[in-house]
């Protein structure tokens, strides 16, 4: 088959909603990079001044605009790969011209590497092989659950597999016999938060976006998990991909959206494939577009594909990625709600939270508050990885100790070993430790201890670790995904990160620890997004919990590389 | 960006409280832009009133009561009942450390003051914030590029402060796109498309860029080459020569030496706009070869110094010979662009009334 000119792309893309992104991915599979003529014909099919469209590709860190390109390897050295082989990978693959990449989001079955459009796992160079996503392993609490219900049933990735186990029924149960409304308030009754990290009740978002005029609303589902440490959307999308289309669907319902958009990250070229192929047979069945369960409902469903940037995972940025702008977060007010996508009434909710919908819609509010411990609503997956015995995903009911999930359901660290600490919120809450570990895992408790849960992402560092580079690996991220757009996350960033790796020279204890705090007061307050804002929560509990770590590590500095 | 201006009925008049004290505000106003008006002189470096809010330097920040984190007030709209501090200790704290901060990734906080006319917005503040302190010491941001052939507009982005000004006013107020931001994070980078020198971009060298860089990052090339010539740098106000729009520039001269052009921000016509020829067009003004007085090339072949009434009345002579001889279509006149309507309607009746013919043109309509 002939590769497609220049003008069969544009043609392809040019009327599609949120075109920009796959027009470049397009460019990039037929050429396997970027080239100067692709983005001169980019922009002017899309009528993107040439320099604006120039600094946006730079911006992602996926799209290469050399050769070996695409083709090339990439490699995970994330900040738990990183600890366990990722970089001695790396080193063996160098002579195919692979490249680094940040935690790529398949932290319980190591060492993703992706050369194309493959996902591929392995510790060596040899023993690569492709492997579909881990199936979360059956309760080990026996508790019930409600996103991770379904997902063990044969088949359940097909749309028959997915009615035979209970999918639909609740758009039916919608679309047969509730109110837009009446949908948002099971939702509300529910006390389901936004599973992505920010934990803003759904209910009151839906209604928000159900209530503000302009026309076409749109739904996005925020498929972007880039925090590292967190691979439970990547679960869900591979293994019940209905159960995602089926929540947006009614969320459709309920607040009158017409459009609904997948931002799904780059470093998931697989699932690319099977929601492309879900959405189709949903289509095909009635599921989906003009005439949805013959009700005259219209709504359809598209994906569009990230290219490397974790900052794209923040809402603002999303919508601008989407729009074709540079993504840096925007200003809120206004918010999404009313100003979102193509600056209309917008809801942006996390792939966790979309899939928790059916089940809450077909079983009730009561139901889904009730499997929450005491007096907490819910459950929450986690996901579990780094020194621990049986990393993966748990859905966990909301306010079981912590204690419980990792000895008694992940079997505990390595023989001989300890915990030292763990992560909270993939890297964005810090770390906690020392009787702090004693937490139970819902945000009142986890918020008291100076971190948050989050998007669940929970990292295990054993006694071998060495915190301060633990903490240096966190920061290089966060200084490597910072956007460049506000001052106190964009020099802060890196002014930490220089402290933690030691090339500052001779700073006293005292001068190296005013200003880590200096640094992190001011990020934390004046950030423009939850980047900025989340990133000194690491130095903060590294010197909290390790402050003879720490005054080794500034010792060491002072005294010159060794 | 959504633009908080557009959406601005100004007619409601609301209360807030700022510093303490009650004031008025019409719906729409950021607390920077109230804040402003009561001359609160609220620290910005991102900041240009022509441009949208931004909020990248988060010097702005303000206090408002109920609101955990303080608030960028440049993109924070005003409501009603809100109350605002200003200043505070902690608020005054923060602003220090940021300018610690980039006082840490920027190479040399003093720059000369032909620049530009914001450029010693960032010299400024650092002297009022005390902040050359030398903390955070670490690596440099941005790469110089200047070696940028063009002849007008210094690229030293080793002072490059990435708020981004040059980039939103290339969009927003000149509309030419011609540069944007590359890369992420500490190794952002203003760029022109793929890199290029910006006389292969779509630059049209107005120095709207250089006149709103808070830095000196980007310089007046010709202005700098009077960096060292001796004497303070005197402004006065005048109107661009060029054409007939009347852009209000301040003449810069050192002594009796015009020495650069700033584009006035309270000029009615221009709003501090100015094209390639009126920001770095006016050497002329001093140039050795410029004429005092009228020449005549007499029949020698050579041109001959001459008084005004003789120069006229040759003139003249030579218009009524070439009618005379060729009819009056042998007449064609073009005005110059830089003549204003009243020398331009002047020009025309010359042609028509007095030459009887309709061959008049204007060297703007090219």
């Known amino acids: 088959m002939p590769s497609p000119s220049d003008q069969e792309l544009i043609g392809r893309w040019k009327g599609e909603p949120a075109p920009l992104l796959p027009l470049l991915h397009a460019f990039h599979d037929r050429d396997g990079w970027l080239t100067d003529e692709a983005l001169a014909a980019v922009a002017a099919g899309l009528r993107i001044p040439i320099a604006d469209l120039y600094g946006t590709v730079t911006f992602y860190h996926h799209f290469s605009r050399q050769p070996p390109g695409k083709a090339a390897p990439r490699v995970c050295t994330g900040n738990v790969c990183g600890l366990n082989g990722g970089r001695e990978l790396l080193a063996a693959l160098e002579g195919d011209g692979a490249t680094p990449m940040p935690c790529a989001g398949r932290c319980d079955d190591m060492v993703p590497v992706i050369v194309g459009d493959r996902a591929l796992v392995g510790t060596s160079a040899e023993s690569l092989v492709h492997r579909a996503t881990p199936l979360p392993a059956p309760n080990p609490g026996g508790r019930e659950e409600c996103v991770f219900a379904g997902i063990r049933e044969p088949g359940r990735a097909t749309l028959a597999g997915y009615r035979k186990s209970g999918g639909y029924a609740a758009l039916e149960k919608a679309v047969g016999g509730m109110s837009p409304s009446g949908v948002v308030e099971v939702l509300t009754a529910s006390k389901l938060a936004g599973r992505g990290g920010a934990g803003f009740p759904t209910g009151v978002k839906w209604k928000a976006v159900a209530e503000a005029a302009g026309d076409p609303k749109c739904i996005v589902c925020n498929a972007d998990e880039g925090e590292p440490g967190c691979f439970k959307d990547r679960a869900l999308m591979d293994h019940d991909p209905f159960a995602v289309i089926e929540g947006m669907t009614l969320a459709a319902y309920a607040r009158g959206a017409r459009v609904g958009l997948i931002y799904l990250r780059y470093e998931y070229p697989e699932t690319v494939g099977i929601l492309e192929g879900a959405i189709g047979e949903a289509r095909a069945a009635g599921m989906l577009g003009g005439d949805i369960l013959g009700s005259g409902m219209r709504f359809d469903l598209h994906v569009r594909r990230g290219a490397g940037a974790y900052i794209c995972g923040e809402e603002g940025s999303l919508l601008n990625s989407l729009e074709g702008k540079h993504p840096f977060p925007r200003n809120k007010p206004p918010y999404p709600v009313t100003h979102g996508f193509n600056n209309k009434p917008t809801v942006v909710n996390n792939v966790e939270t979309l899939a928790s919908v059916p089940p809450i819609v077909a079983r009730g509010a009561d139901w889904y508050r009730d499997l929450g411990e005491g007096e907490h609503a819910g459950t929450k997956v986690i996901c579990l990885s780094g020194d621990i015995r049986r990393p993966g995903n748990y859905e966990v009911p909301i306010g079981i100790p912590l204690r419980t999930l990792l000895d008694e359901w992940a079997g505990g660290p390595g023989e001989g070993r300890s915990i030292q600490a763990v992560t909270m919120a993939g890297l964005s809450g810090g770390f906690l430790a020392g009787e702090d570990l004693e937490v139970t895992l819902d945000e009142p408790c986890i918020r008291a201890k100076g971190s948050f849960l989050g998007a669940g992402g929970i990292i295990v560092f054993d006694d071998r670790r060495d915190m301060v580079r633990a903490a240096h690996d966190a920061m290089e991220f966060f200084a490597h995904e910072s956007c460049g757009k506000c001052f106190p996350c964009r020099i802060g960033t890196q002014r930490i990160t220089e402290r933690l790796n030691g090339g500052t020279g001779a700073l006293s204890l005292d001068a190296w620890l005013a200003e880590i705090a200096d640094i992190g007061e001011t990020m934390k307050a004046t950030s423009a997004c939850g980047l900025g804002l989340a990133a000194p929560l690491v130095t903060d509990s590294l010197v909290r919990y390790f402050p003879e770590q720490v005054a080794a590590h500034v010792e060491n500095a002072a005294a010159g590389p060794a | ?366």
Request: charged share 30%; glycine share 8%; proline share 4%.
């Open chain 2, 1 to 366: 960006m959504t633009g908080l201006r557009e959406q601005r009925p100004a007619d409601r008049v609301l209360e807030m409280t700022l510093d303490g004290e009650p004031v008025k505000f019409t719906e729409g106003e950021t607390i920077y832009e109230v804040a402003e008006r009561h001359r609160k002189d609220v620290p910005t470096l991102c900041y240009d009133p022509r441009l949208e809010a931004f909020g990248a330097c988060r010097l702005c920040v303000v206090e408002v009561e109920g609101v955990r984190n303080p608030v960028a007030s440049c993109t924070t709209p005003a409501t009603d009942g809100m109350i605002v501090k200003t200043r505070t200790a902690i608020l005054e704290k923060h602003r220090k450390t940021l300018l610690e901060l980039v006082v840490s990734e920027n190479r040399n906080v003093e720059v000369d003051e032909l620049s530009g006319y914001a450029s010693q917005e960032l010299t400024e503040l650092v002297d009022r914030y005390e902040a050359r302190t030398g903390r955070f010491a670490g690596k440099q941001s941005g790469t110089t590029n200047d070696a940028d052939r063009n002849p007008f507009i210094l690229r030293d982005y080793d002072n490059c402060i990435s708020c981004y000004r040059c980039v939103r006013v290339c969009a927003e107020q000149e509309g030419d796109y011609a540069i944007s931001v590359m890369n992420r994070g500490f190794a952002t980078q203003i760029t022109a498309e793929f890199g290029r020198d910006l006389r292969d971009s779509q630059c049209t060298f107005c120095g709207q860029c250089v006149q709103t860089c808070p830095t000196g990052a980007l310089g007046d090339k010709k202005a700098l080459r009077d960096a060292e010539t001796p004497g303070e740098v005197r402004k006065t106000r005048s109107i661009c020569p060029y054409c007939g729009v009347g852009c209000s520039v301040d003449l810069l001269t050192k002594g009796e030496k015009l020495v650069g052009v700033l584009p006035a921000m309270d000029g009615p016509a221009n709003e501090g706009a100015l094209c390639v020829k009126g920001q770095y067009a006016f050497d002329f003004v001093q140039n050795a070869d410029r004429l005092g007085k009228p020449l005549i090339r007499r029949d020698d072949g050579e041109l001959h110094e001459c008084e005004w009434d003789e120069a006229l009345d040759f003139a003249a002579n030579g218009f009524k010979e070439a009618i005379a001889k060729h009819g009056r279509r042998s007449v064609y006149g073009v005005a110059s662009g830089r003549a204003p309507h009243e020398a331009a309607y002047t020009m025309q009746k010359f042609i028509r009334a007095g030459c009887g013919t309709n061959y008049i043109d204007n060297c703007s309509r090219a």
